[in-house]
């Protein structure tokens, strides 16, 4: 059985950072993605990486501030969150597929992924 567990959410202030993880087992993924869903807003694309080629992709409001990597011996993605905004606050989820395309429309579209996880809070305070 597929699973995709996140960890390292919480709270901090405007200007700090956090790391959150996304652990995946029961089958390996040739990309995997971060989303973020705000309170009353869609699910929208942050950022993405191809596992086997590293090739990343952000969504334009992140960039710069946040890195997606991986640990492919431990089956984990990463996404490093610096200089958090407070409309980065958000529930931020984790997901996996086997991606049949490469693009950065492609890869942070919630439609192309099957596999997700349960999500965690992420809350920026200003």
């Known amino acids: 059985q597929v699973h995709l567990v996140e960890s390292g959410g919480g709270s901090v202030q405007a200007g700090g950072s956090l790391r959150l993880s996304c652990a995946a087992s029961g089958d390996t993924f040739s990309c995997m993605a971060w989303f973020r869903q705000a309170p009353g807003k869609e699910r929208e694309g942050v950022a993405a990486i191809y596992t086997r080629s590293d090739i990343t992709y952000y969504a334009d409001v992140v960039k710069g501030r946040f890195t997606v990597s991986q640990d492919n011996a431990k089956n984990t993605v990463y996404l490093q969150m610096n200089d958090l905004k407070p409309e980065d606050t958000a529930v931020y989820y984790c997901?996996?597929?086997?991606?049949?395309?490469?693009?950065?429309?492609?890869?942070?579209?919630?439609?192309?992924?099957?596999?997700w996880g349960q999500g965690t809070q992420v809350t920026v305070s200003s």
């Open positions: 997901a996996a597929d086997r991606c049949r395309g490469v693009s950065s429309s492609y890869s942070l579209s919630t439609r192309n992924y099957n596999t």
